[in-house]
């Protein structure tokens, strides 16, 4: 046998602590329990992760590559995804993979490019400025659950056109609660059990149930009113369906239950995030405020792409091998879960000089190749709503600095995971200095 066989068998090296221990410190922080793995044992290495048993991270941006494009049809995402299967549904475009996915997502992808994301911005804008409105000079805003309330606001209106007054207040209560549902729902599937109508999953079914009342309803109507002529999410799933191309029921509501529980948050966690970074940096905010004066937004769209980068909404990329196969030198069996690790790739010092210093400048002086920056994810499972996401942070971002004038509360906000996501300690927390659109 030659040595690189060998050593193409060797097993990433990874922490011999006892599984449950692993699992509770990642648990606590993410992204330290990532980043001091990745020092100590290099861009691939394994961990022993509750319920999933060992999981490889990787965070080497040539494997992480191939993982995404080259070898992808060796990966599975849905299975991957399945954890949340209860949550978003089966036929859920996150539990999807060959066919099946590629039919779904060519007939959503026009929904978040082009011009139906422009048709959105009149209605964006008007959300936002209703919201800011109501900032009160003086006073601190915590901004993530208030970018959270425009960024749902902008799912239920614009993008799925819900306008019955009884639906929209009912889907503005419900959708908050049903993010807010205890995660160990998802990590102990034991759990997903009703103790005589009472505990967290008999909240967490009772909460979902009437979300799909709605949502059912919604689509019900439009189907007897022939009512899906529109831009809005909904409508093109409808109209797609009238054409032929097989949308059920069921299809519509799992990704709109998706859209809704998984893109508005993403979204809002990222842009809140934006807040907090620029706040501290009063340099950046000042060549920000200059910029956009003059209606030139590429230094905004630099301040972005930094926020994602040192704060990607996303900390890990879950992926299935189907069958033994090879990544970077290390042979592995069908079945290895495999966590492209996002948060480790846009912190490593080989593609980002002091990758810790906020420094939106880097992406106008030496932009990082696709493969070192990738916030949204990449390859055939690519984020579907990235360009959606774009346009709402650069109108959220835009409103808000032309309106207002912000002050950090504190010195910096420490990251905290909250679900999947690490979001502002405090929230990113504010104060108000002046509003122009305070009503009083």
């Known amino acids: 046998m030659k040595q690189s066989d060998t050593i193409q068998r060797v097993r990433p090296p990874g922490s011999r602590l006892p599984g449950i221990l692993q699992t509770a410190l990642w648990a606590k922080d993410p992204w330290l329990y990532a980043q001091r793995a990745r020092t100590r044992y290099g861009p691939i290495f394994s961990a022993n992760m509750y319920p999933f048993g060992e999981v490889v991270y990787v965070s080497d941006p040539d494997a992480i590559r191939r993982i995404l494009t080259i070898d992808a049809p060796k990966f599975a995402t849905g299975e991957a995804n399945r954890a949340i299967e209860f949550v978003v549904g089966p036929r859920s475009l996150l539990m999807l993979d060959g066919e099946d996915h590629k039919r779904l997502r060519r007939n959503l992808t026009p929904i978040f490019h082009g011009p139906n994301v422009e048709n959105y911005l009149d209605v964006i804008r008007s959300i936002i400025d209703a919201e800011v409105s109501r900032w009160r000079p003086g006073s601190t805003v915590t901004l993530l659950p208030r970018i959270q309330a ?13 306008r019955e007054p009884a639906r929209l207040n009912r889907l503005r209560r419900l959708v908050p609660q049903l993010l807010s549902m205890n995660p160990l729902l998802i990590l102990f599937p034991v759990l997903r059990r009703s103790f005589f109508g009472v505990g967290p999953w008999a909240g967490f079914v009772r909460i979902r149930n009437e979300l799909d009342e709605i949502l059912y309803a919604e689509i019900r109507q439009r189907r007897r009113s022939l009512d899906y002529q529109g831009s809005d999410a909904l409508s093109l799933l409808l109209q797609d369906s009238a054409d032929g191309l097989a949308l059920s029921d069921a299809e519509i509501r799992d990704n709109a239950i ?18 907090e970074r620029v706040l501290q940096h009063p340099d950046v905010l000042r ?74 400048e880097r992406f106008l002086e030496n932009p990082p190749d696709r493969g070192r920056f990738l916030p949204f994810g990449g390859g055939r ?14 109108a959220i971002v835009t409103n808000v600095l032309s309106s207002t004038e912000l002050r950090p509360v504190s010195a910096g906000e420490k990251m905290r995971p909250r679900g999947p996501m690490m979001v502002p300690e405090q929230a990113a927390s504010a104060e108000v200095i002046s509003n122009r659109l305070y009503r009083g």
């Open 287 to 360: 060549r920000l405020n200059s910029e956009l004066a003059n209606d030139d937004t590429t230094y905004l769209d630099a301040t972005i792409s930094e926020t994602l980068r040192i704060r990607p909404p996303t900390m890990d990329v879950g992926r299935i091998l189907q069958e033994p196969h090879l990544v970077g030198g290390y042979r592995f069996d069908a079945g290895t879960m495999f966590a492209l690790s996002l948060a480790t790739l846009h912190s490593s010092e080989d593609s980002y000089p002091d990758p810790d210093v906020f420094r939106p």
């Open 150 to 162: 425009i960024s749902m606001e902008v799912m239920i209106q614009a993008v799925f056109g819900v």
């Open 381 to 394: 499972h690519r984020c579907i709503g990235s360009s959606l996401a774009i346009v709402e942070m650069r």
């Open 258 to 275: 998706t859209l809704l529980a998984v893109g508005h948050e993403t979204t809002s966690v990222a842009t809140s995030w934006f807040f």
